[in-house]
């Protein structure tokens, strides 16, 4: 199994950036995909969800009506589109895949990762003040 994430970079306040994860080795379907990040001297935080069954996204509060999850089945691919990106953006994002198809937002287990069952390598997105 393999999730290979790409699309980060470096952008100015108030831009856009557009990141994906492209799976291999599972089906999309079966799994609860999360997109994550570690910013500098923080935690893990879950930013994003979307469930393989149906399609279903959750959002954290800081992310929501600026971050957008969906996923591509046939090209195996979740994307997560970010907008109005802020400073405090600025982190290493992931992309996890939980098997079973039902994001838990609000779960612990489920928010802090222990839930999921693969991750990628992590791609920098850095937003300049």
């Known amino acids: 199994v393999q999730l290979v994430e790409s699309g980060g970079g470096l952008v100015q306040t108030g831009g856009s950036l557009r990141l994906s994860c492209t799976v291999s080795?599972?089906?999309?379907?079966?799994?609860?995909m999360g997109w994550f990040r570690q910013g500098p001297g923080k935690g893990r935080e879950v930013v994003a969800c979307?469930?393989?069954?149906?399609?279903?996204?959750d959002y954290a509060d800081s992310v929501k009506g600026r971050f957008y999850v969906e996923f591509d089945d046939a090209n195996k691919t979740v994307y997560l589109q970010m907008n109005n990106l802020q400073p405090d953006d600025t982190a290493v994002y992931y992309c996890a895949a939980a098997f079973g198809p039902v994001c838990m937002f609000g779960s612990s287990n489920f928010d802090s990762g222990a839930s999921y069952d693969y991750w990628g390598q992590g791609t920098q997105v850095t937003v300049s003040a």
């Open positions: 979307i469930s393989g069954s149906d399609g279903n996204t």
């Open positions: 080795g599972i089906t999309l379907d079966h799994y609860a």
